[in-house]
């Protein structure tokens, strides 16, 4: 009787296997489905320019400038300013997936015009002119 159970046990850690790998080619499957119907939307996301009301957790907000300035594959590459209520500025680089923690990126933020984002961006480099002037 050990025998059979023991057949038995590895019939069924052979079935186990089969569907494991059956489940990896499905889920390769849906993912490459999921990237031919995202890349086209990733597209329409170049050269759009954002504003996110930002904080460091407390009620102190500013606004975080986001610009999508090209897309390779699923990733946005995006540049980024802020200037935080503790005085801090800020302009980096940040790349972002076009699904972001299961939501389409900025999904929470306001869509602005790009002539905002400049007016915004040349105001900030304007105030670390006068700031470098001042030293």
């Not at 990733?42 to 907000?61: E, H, I, L, Q, V």
């Not at 923690?101 to 984002?117: H, V």
Request: some cysteine; proline content about 2%.
């Amino acid at each position: 009787m050990a025998a059979k159970k023991d057949k038995l046990t590895i019939a069924i850690e052979e079935q186990q296997e089969i569907v494991s790998r059956e489940n990896t080619k499905l889920l390769v499957l849906v993912d490459q489905k999921e990237k031919k119907e995202l890349i086209p939307l990733a597209k329409t996301y170049c050269n759009k320019c954002f504003k996110f009301r930002n904080s460091s957790g407390g009620p102190d907000r500013w606004w975080l400038y986001i610009r999508v300035i090209k897309i390779r594959g699923m990733t946005l590459h995006c540049i980024t300013f802020q200037k935080t209520c503790y005085g801090q500025i800020e302009f980096n680089t940040w790349k972002n997936t076009i699904i972001w923690k299961n939501r389409l990126p900025f999904s929470d933020y306001t869509e602005i015009t790009k002539e905002e984002f400049e007016e915004a961006r040349k105001k900030l480099l304007q105030e670390i002119k006068t700031l470098g002037k001042n030293l």
